[in-house]
């Protein structure tokens, strides 16, 4: 759930390398909790964008506010403290253990021993690594998933409000990468943190974002919720990237909401009803098990009701 506040602002950005221009002229808003997913082709100025947020790399042009303030007037360790940083090869100092590579910015921070130990236990519980079993461990000792699990708990130590991720799981396996992605998408639900998060797997994307940036030569293509993206595509290059003209996909993503064409107010009794926020082949399924009755598509915070019967269903899904 977002709580639409303004948590990162960014204001006509630009930023050239030399002759390249990575981003150009760039404005968004995220508000806090959100969870933000970047997507596009390689080279498309992604992970400069997100360097911008943090300040790795400076704008050469344009403005960012983080919670209203530029960030250009807020001294970099301290940005970087609220801001938390995870890369694809997790980061972490070798020679070090997993406790330490943890506590580096909490003995920035100058917290005591106590508050350290209990944060170290806390996030690695929090990224689902027994601390008993893990603390003393080097990076070397854990496999690729936990590498990046402790990437993560390191992370969120100083607890900042914004968690930035750059293809984090890229170097995971399949099975582990989808355990991370639940588990990821778990932490930000219960911490409310605001994530912006690069990748280049479309399903990733869609599965893990609220809201999804498609990025192309250094500009926003389209930025928003699934739904938009599938139903309302802004260009040939969104429609084409997200491969729109596959029935497939639609079905996989779109949710039951996207069905209705007209809400109608709640009355008596919704014995087959389903969520809004369903996917469409729930949708289906409920059809085919009981196809005399209609499906009631149920949106909670309304208290809206539609309905979807399996002989309009082909017809609609078609039409969208
Ligand atoms: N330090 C730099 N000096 C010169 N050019 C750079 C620098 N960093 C990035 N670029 C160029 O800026 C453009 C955007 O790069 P960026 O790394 O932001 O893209 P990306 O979308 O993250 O790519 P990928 O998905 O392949 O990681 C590219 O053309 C890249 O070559």
Not at 6 to 35: L, Y
Not at 294 to 309: A, F, I, S, T
């Amino acid at each position: 759930m977002t709580n639409e506040q303004p948590v990162i602002q960014v204001d006509n950005i630009t930023k050239k390398f030399g002759n390249v221009e990575a981003v150009r002229e760039t404005s968004f808003t995220v508000n806090a909790g959100e969870f933000i997913t970047i997507l596009g082709t390689s080279g498309s100025g992604k992970t400069t964008l997100l360097k911008m947020l943090n300040r790795l790399i400076e704008p050469t042009s344009g403005a960012i506010y983080i919670d209203g303030e530029n960030t250009k007037d807020v001294n970099v360790n301290i940005l970087r403290r609220r801001i938390g940083y995870v890369i694809q090869q997790h980061g972490l100092f070798d020679h070090w253990t997993v406790e330490q590579n943890i506590a580096t910015v909490c003995n920035i921070l100058k917290w005591d021993k106590q508050k350290t130990a209990q944060r170290i236990d806390e996030t690695l519980r929090l990224v689902q690594l027994d601390p008993a079993k893990y603390r003393k461990r080097h990076p070397h000792q854990l496999s690729g998933g936990e590498q990046q699990r402790v990437g993560i708990a390191r992370a969120l130590a100083a607890d900042p409000k914004i968690l930035l991720m750059d293809e984090p799981f890229g170097a995971i396996d399949a099975v582990n990468r989808a355990k991370l992605q639940d588990e990821l998408k778990e932490i930000q639900k219960t911490t409310g943190k605001t994530i912006i998060f690069v990748t280049h797997d479309i399903d990733e994307a869609l599965k893990l974002g609220n809201r999804t940036m498609l990025f192309k030569d250094g500009k926003i293509q389209q930025f928003d919720n699934k739904n938009e993206l599938f139903l309302h595509p802004q260009n040939e290059f969104v429609g084409d990237f997200l491969g729109v003209s596959k029935q497939l996909s639609k079905w996989r993503y779109l949710s039951a909401k996207s069905l209705i064409k007209q809400w109608k107010p709640v009355g008596g009794q919704l014995n087959n009803a389903i969520d809004a926020d369903a996917i469409v082949a729930k949708v289906v399924e409920r059809l085919l098990k009981r196809p005399a009755d209609p499906v009631q598509v149920v949106d909670r915070d309304e208290n809206k009701v539609g309905y979807v019967r399996l002989n309009e269903i082909s017809e609609m899904v078609g039409a969208i």
